[in-house]
């Protein structure tokens, strides 16, 4: 079974710090993705990054970085000098390859409140 | 390029109704999944069609059901509402159907079931 643990319910950071939000994903399968999704109070879950399971470097965008560590089975994504637009709840998702599905499976999501 | 659009965006109904969700994925994408978001969880997988066949279906009961249209549109369909089914319903459409393909979601539907 896959399961996606997010174990930070909500964040509040002063704006300008930075933050990491944690993914812990648990799957039999050797092949996989790992997905960040945000979701701003609009409702609209937001393409953040996609990670397969063979591609273990790390990531960085802009003031956005990923941590992806098999060995611990973590996806961990930092936000560097938060702003006030980083304000929402963030997702972190797994879909497995094997089955040929196309669905994710979704932790309970993180709410990020950055302040002003 | 437009996103995935959704309608209506936000809908009332009573216990024992039915309610149908409409879906347009992104121009190109022939793939559409449905979600169910309830307060303060992750979204869960309902349905994925593709080329106009269901694909994928999660735990859900048989009052739900959905169809994919030629022009790659969906429809979302819950019969005998429970007030449990109170949620966002989400729609996400992807190029093809294959598990590396990026999903992209639209705004959702919020539906609160009285």
Redesign the interface.
């Known amino acids: 079974a896959q399961k996606?643990t997010q174990a930070q319910t909500e964040i509040s950071v002063v704006e300008k710090e930075d933050v990491t939000l944690d993914c812990v994903y648990e799957t039999r399968d050797t092949t996989y993705?790992l997905?960040w999704?945000k979701q701003p109070p609009?409702?609209?879950?937001?393409?953040l990054i996609?990670r397969?399971s063979f591609d273990e470097q790390n990531e960085i965008s802009g003031r956005y970085s990923w941590n992806f560590q098999k060995s611990t089975s973590s996806f961990n994504f930092t936000i560097t000098a938060s702003q006030v637009v980083d304000s929402a709840v963030y997702?972190c998702?797994l879909?497995?390859?094997q089955?040929?599905?196309?669905?994710?499976?979704?932790?309970?999501?993180t709410r990020l409140t950055v302040i002003p | 390029d437009a996103?995935v659009t959704q309608s209506p965006t936000h809908l009332i109904k009573t216990r024992g109704q039915q309610v149908t969700l409409r879906c347009s994925p992104i121009s190109g994408h022939k793939?559409v999944?449905w979600?169910q978001q309830v307060l303060?969880?992750?979204?869960?997988?309902i349905f994925?069609y593709?080329e106009k066949e269901e694909?994928?279906r999660?735990n859900f009961p048989d009052r739900f059901s959905a169809r994919q249209f030629p022009n790659y549109s969906s429809e979302l369909n819950v019969n005998a509402l429970l007030l449990g089914d109170s949620a966002?319903y989400?729609c996400?459409s992807?190029l093809v159907?294959?598990?590396?393909?990026?999903?992209?979601?639209?705004?959702?539907t919020?539906l609160t079931v009285l």
């Open positions: 996606v993705y997905f999704y609009s409702g609209e879950l937001v393409f996609r397969n997702f998702a879909k497995i390859i089955t040929g599905a196309n669905n994710l499976f979704f932790g309970t999501g | 996103g793939s999944s979600y303060g969880q992750g979204p869960q997988f994925q593709y694909r994928g999660g966002l989400l996400a992807s159907r294959g598990p590396t393909d990026t999903q992209y979601f639209g705004p959702g919020r």
